[in-house]
């Protein structure tokens, strides 16, 4: 009880398992525990960091925005703030918002997770349908931090876009080897290789996914690349064979 009494009055631990809770995918048990400590250390900007993400799990991005500017108040150099501040007004669709914030995190040297922001930055273009942009951010992202695995999924949806298959592929597999269960990431594999016209590993990857592929919308995607391939192998080769036999 001693213990206990002491942890409720500790800002440290409260914030530790506010963050214990977020990583466990938790905001709602993470938000309790964080207010505790901010009640008891009102300007630690780490905990209004942590508040800030908690409402951004639950959506609550306008309640994000407030923890974040907080905490910004407090110390304007926080890339970290700056970068998740970019990722809340990208979600709120202030894009030109979203640019600045990420901006001032890629551009602070004390920063240590700058391929964050870059990738960030990165995906903002791509959203803008600016592909040269899109594409000078992520490698700028990958110089940083070259087995990224977002990094280097995003890497790879970025080369389709020019048409360059092949670095599609070799980007999604680099990112497999360090996240061999991304489904998403074997999907956009199969993608590269249905475009490239490898229907034979498109197909492979495809048929390897689908009996594990929870979300209804990737189904779909699935079942119409594997209509695609079907089509094509009896365009290509009548006996239904995707290659010819040896």
Do not use: W
Request: glycine fraction near 6%; aromatic fraction near 12%; proline fraction near 4%.
């Amino acid at each position: 009880q001693r213990i206990q009494k002491k942890r409720e009055k500790d800002p440290n631990y409260q914030y530790n398992l506010g963050i214990f809770y977020i990583n466990n995918g938790q905001p709602e048990l993470a938000l309790k525990n964080l207010e505790r400590s901010l009640s008891l250390d009102p300007d630690n900007t780490l905990t209004l960091i942590g508040m800030g993400l908690a409402y951004t799990m639950l959506g609550q991005f306008e309640e994000a925005e407030k923890n974040y500017q907080k905490a910004l108040s407090l110390d304007p150099g926080l890339a970290e703030a700056h970068n998740y501040l970019g990722s809340v007004y990208q979600e709120m669709g202030m894009l030109d918002k979203a640019e600045q914030e990420f901006l001032k995190a890629a551009t602070n040297e004390k920063y240590h997770s700058r391929e964050l922001p870059y990738y960030n930055l990165a995906r903002l273009y791509l959203a803008k349908e600016d592909k040269e942009r899109a594409f000078e951010y992520i490698q700028r992202s990958l110089e940083f931090n070259e087995n990224l695995v977002m990094s280097l999924n995003l890497y790879g949806v970025i080369c389709e876009k020019f048409d360059k298959f092949e670095a599609a592929i070799d980007s999604y597999k680099r990112a497999l080897k360090r996240a061999p269960d991304e489904i998403n990431i074997k999907f956009n594999l199969a993608g590269a290789y249905l475009k490239n016209g490898d229907y034979y590993n498109a197909e492979k990857v495809l048929l390897e996914i689908k009996p594990v592929a929870e979300d209804p919308e990737l189904k779909k995607k699935i079942d119409n690349y594997l209509k695609i391939i079907e089509e094509n192998k009896k365009g290509l080769y009548p006996s239904g064979s995707l290659f010819p036999s040896c």
